[in-house]
T-cell receptor
Framework: DAKTTQPTSMDCAEGRAANLPCNHSTISGNEYVYWYRQIHSQGPQYIIHGLKNNETNEMASLIITEDRKSSTLILPHATLRDTAVYYCIVRFPGNSGGYQKVTFGTGTKLQVIP | DGGITQSPKYLFRKEGQNVTLSCEQNLNHDAMYWYRQDPGQGLRLIYYSQIVNDFQKGDIAEGYSVSREKKESFPLTVTSAQKNPTAFYLC????????????FGEGSWLTVV
């Protein structure tokens, strides 16, 4: 799996959009970008994933650059409950070809400020 | 609702004791994983299993053991050989095919006293 690079921490004012960047310059052509978040002392929660097109769901939007070397997770209206560590990972879909090791780095600690 | 259940949530272990963390899933997933997380750190893979009766070592398997006798269960034993076992342990699973989203349990805190 390709490695990812994220800022260690970010602040965002409550009600504003939170934009969390992720670099994945060594991503291969069929690897997907996944985002998870982890609230303290809980298991990581799936947020969104994408291949090359921008994606949106009820939680967030994912913007992937045309060269796929970076992406941005957007929380459109951050709330205090969005304070968490956000992880960006890349991996293949499915289990064909055997196990794909998944590496979770230290992620970005997002602090939403009242 | 389908999901992954880890137990216990909190566990205290005396030095020299083995302890077993339970992980059960009712998602009908083939693959299951165990991760360890230390404070302020990312997740590190301990063991994984792609199918019943098969499992492989991850990056930090020393001092741990697992079994996969049933599809829905993947218990982790922290043995006395693990020198620094105090950590947060996460169990996860993925479907055998498809988008392969990783589903996580709520985690278990293990403290050595």
């Amino acid at each position: 799996d390709a490695k990812t690079t994220q800022p260690t921490s970010m602040d965002c004012a409550e009600g504003r959009a939170a934009n969390l960047p992720c670099n994945h310059s060594t991503i291969s052509g069929n690897e997907y970008v996944y985002w998870y978040r982890q609230i303290h002392s809980q298991g990581p929660q799936y947020i969104i994933h994408g291949l090359k097109n921008n994606e949106t769901n009820e939680m967030a939007s994912l913007i992937i650059t045309e060269d796929r070397k970076s992406s941005t997770l957007i929380l459109p209206h951050a709330t205090l409950r969005d304070t968490a560590v956000y992880y960006c990972i890349v991996r293949f879909p499915g289990n064909s070809g055997g196990y794909q090791k998944v590496t979770f780095g230290t992620g970005t600690k997002l602090q939403v400020i009242p | 609702d389908g999901g992954i259940t880890q137990s216990p949530k909190y566990l205290f272990r005396k030095e020299g004791q083995n302890v077993t963390l339970s992980c059960e899933q009712n998602l009908n997933h083939d693959a299951m994983y165990w991760y360890r997380q230390d404070p302020g750190q990312g997740l590190r893979l301990i063991y994984y299993s792609q199918i019943v009766n098969d499992f492989q070592k991850g990056d930090i398997a020393e001092g741990y053991s697992v079994s996969r006798e049933k599809k829905e269960s993947f218990p982790l034993t922290v043995t006395s050989a693990q020198k620094n076992p105090t950590a947060f342990y996460l169990c996860a699973s993925t479907p055998s095919a498809g988008r392969n989203t990783i589903y996580f349990g709520e985690g278990s805190w293990l403290t050595v006293v």
